[in-house]
């Protein structure tokens, strides 16, 4: 009965196919790290890509409240404080 950890393929056996499985492993190890990098830099293009757009919106959105204005028109609520007997009261001025 043959040990399960001293089995070899006939392939892997010589100096050569050691060469080979090693060289293999490098490859599949070198593009395992690529896929990775390549994931990751997607990642971080789509967040800046979403990252712009919610700026570009933010920006339009401000824009557009400064030339259309308060939804209440021009009329601003002004807090007028006096002092009084009692102390300081606010009054809402027109």
């Given at each position: 009965?043959?040990?399960?950890?001293q089995a070899?393929t006939?392939?892997?056996?010589?100096?050569?196919?050691?060469?080979?499985?090693?060289?293999?492993?490098?490859?599949?190890?070198?593009?395992?790290?690529?896929?990775?990098?390549?994931?990751?830099?997607?990642?971080?293009?789509?967040?800046?890509?979403?990252?712009?757009?919610?700026?570009?919106?933010?920006?339009?959105?401000?824009?557009?409240?400064?030339?259309?204005?308060?939804?209440?028109?021009?009329?601003d609520?002004?807090?007028?404080?006096?002092?009084?007997p009692?102390?300081?009261?606010v009054?809402?001025?027109?």
């Amino acid at each position: 009965m043959t040990d399960a950890r001293q089995a070899n393929t006939d392939f892997f056996a010589s100096r050569a196919g050691r060469i080979v499985r090693d060289v293999l492993a490098a490859l599949i190890a070198l593009a395992f790290l690529g896929l990775v990098i390549f994931l990751a830099a997607m990642l971080t293009a789509a967040f800046l890509v979403l990252a712009g757009i919610a700026l570009l919106a933010g920006g339009a959105y401000w824009l557009w409240r400064k030339l259309r204005g308060s939804p209440r028109g021009s009329e601003d609520d002004v807090l007028v404080a006096t002092r009084g007997p009692d102390g300081w009261t606010v009054d809402l001025g027109r």
